[in-house]
């Protein structure tokens, strides 16, 4: 479930509007990132929903989150229908993204 209430991560979103986008199939690189991206300021990062077994790598990076970076957001993008988001919820989703197309 969630770390950090919807309220939150809005603000944080709009406090530095800045949300790096990624993803990668091997764990260390996208521990790497991340960690890199924190240092550097990042406090909301969304983590693509691309490559086989990405929810796996969600999941490592949701444990690292709440062990070393407690107030970066972390969120789920490319989720295209309710199953996939209820899943990365699960896993630990503070949000997540989803394409549309609006007329």
Not at 30 to 51: D, P
């Amino acid at each position: 479930m969630a770390r950090i209430p919807r309220l939150s991560v809005y603000q944080t979103i709009r406090h530095v509007p800045l949300v790096p986008v990624f993803y990668h199939p091997d764990g260390d690189v996208c521990a790497g990132v991340l960690s890199a991206c924190y240092r550097a300021g990042v406090r909301a990062f969304e983590f693509t929903n691309r490559g086989d077994f990405a929810h796996e790598r969600f999941a490592d990076l949701s444990r690292l989150c709440a062990r070393d970076f407690p107030d970066l957001a972390l969120g789920a993008g490319t989720v295209l229908d309710a199953p996939t988001a209820a899943l990365y919820l699960q896993l630990g989703a503070d949000f997540i993204i989803g394409p549309t197309f609006s007329e």
